[in-house]
DNA sequence: TTAATATATGAATGCCCGTTCATATGTTAA
DNA sequence: TTAACATATGAACGGGCATTCATATATTAA
């Protein structure tokens, strides 16, 4: 079946060859100066971005910061309202309190949590907003 | 990200916060009705959200979408680019496509993808200045 | 037709990470 | 002191996921 318009194929508004890159063959991973562009984000900050990402990345997480973002709690009252495991909830807070999102004091046998970095709610907020609009 | 008071915020304040908890001991799991706060973020949308941000949260496919960002781009060109195994790139395509974060047109062999969704371009730009500011 | 190119896809491997369990540390009360 | 409570931490199990490899599909050229 050569040149058979006929195809199931998507067609796109241009049908003269006229094409964006491509002209010659790629020679992938060969020569890398023939790459079409250079990249425009780096590898390191790709990766920063990505694990800041991943850190809130987390149902959990993201749980444990919005009840954060109202008022201080103390661990277990947080595993209470979450129902989730206590120990579950104190590796959550170390990995917070790692990246620097809670910070925490003491009072008595009980440790308070309570946002540090308050820019994290922007995020919140745009992502909440953003999936409201794009499942409505 | 403007102030727009007809969208809800994510975390409404607390009606009144007079003890913080813990007065008394906690029987956690046991009885639910005396957990100390209601929680603010649903199961489910507290899972939508970390899906979303699961998406976003890979080094790989932020720089492809920084890279559609500027200019639509067939796979080969992303693959050489990135230094990325074609295959690779084509099953990162997929999942960006699945979420509707790209779209694509084909052109003879090629497939062309381009950002769909440039709200993303939002969060990209507010987390690449979160970044700058606290690593600053 | 056959060959080469471009992309897609399924299976398999290996890594990352969140949870649970057990245990340790620390705090308060008796 | 001992006992109960609150949190932290290390190990281990299990699930999810990004990559690679092999292969399939599609398109163009010879």
New binding site residues.
Partial sequence: M?DDPT???IVQPFEDGEDLC?DV??SRGADPTNAPQPEKLTVEKAQRMSEFL?FLA?A?RLRILSMLADQEM???DLAVTLG?????V??????LRAIRLVS?R?Q????FYRLQDHHVLTFYQAIFEHLDETTA
Same sequence: chains 1, 2.
């Fill in positions: 050569p195809k199931k194929a491509c063959p790629h991943g987390d959990n103390c661990v277990g989730m495991n206590e120990s579950a104190s590796h959550q807070l170390r990995t925490f003491k008595g046998r009980h440790v």
